[in-house]
């Protein structure tokens, strides 16, 4: 699914932040180089896809590093994101991060994608960004939503992700037409000054 997804971003001129498993990107290096030579960047998202919430400071650790060490050895970059599998953060996640030199990234809006029944409840689930975008006006600024979708399934390659294809070929045009900007997490939200 990962191509198509490539595709439809290149012809709505979208950048977005690809959040990688370690262990996949090992296993499809070409695809990992391609996100990457098109304009994404690539964030780290562990070696395993772990549950991070009970994890060890140690386990936590190795997650982060080998999923980031991964990516650097098949893209030549080493990623300066990572998002939590699930979200889920421990007590020593932003630690070991940092220790890390890596930003923790979130969302504002998470509709649960992988789970999606069908294309038409998956586009209902994403007008949150169109509403905000009408209500704030082209002229806003600072605006605007970290949006969590998956190109892919964690526990298996070549998960099918078809209902978010899908629903990403009704929204971007649409929020386009909004006036909305499709930018990388560090082309919307630029590192804070330390």
């Not at 007590?91 to 509709?111: C, D, F, G, N, Q």
């Not at 649960?112 to 994403?126: C, E, F, G």
């Not at 939503?145 to 649409?174: F, I, K, M």
Request: charged share 20%; aromatic share 8%.
């Amino acid at each position: 699914m990962t191509p198509k997804f490539l595709d439809l971003l290149q012809r709505y001129e979208a950048r977005a932040t690809f959040f990688l498993i370690g262990h996949y990107v090992r296993e499809c290096p070409d695809l990992a180089r391609e996100i990457s030579v098109r304009g994404h960047a690539i964030g780290c998202h562990t070696e395993t896809h772990a549950n991070l919430l009970l994890a060890s400071r140690r386990r936590t650790h190795y997650e982060i590093s080998r999923g980031s060490e991964s990516i650097a050895a098949v893209t030549g970059v080493l990623p300066k994101l990572f998002r939590p599998p699930w979200g889920f953060r421990n007590p020593w996640i932003a630690a070991v991060a940092r220790e890390l030199h890596l930003r923790v990234v979130m969302w504002t809006l998470l509709p649960n994608d992988w789970r999606a029944p069908s294309a038409p409840w998956l586009i209902d689930r994403m007008q949150p960004i169109a509403t905000r975008a009408a209500v704030n006006g082209q002229n806003a600024t600072g605006t605007g939503d970290v949006l969590c979708l998956h190109d892919g399934y964690h526990a298996r390659q070549n998960g099918d992700r078809s209902r978010t294809l899908a629903a990403l070929e009704h929204w971007l045009p649409r929020w386009r037409d909004l006036g909305l900007k499709f930018a990388t997490i560090e082309g919307a939200v630029p590192t804070p000054a330390r």
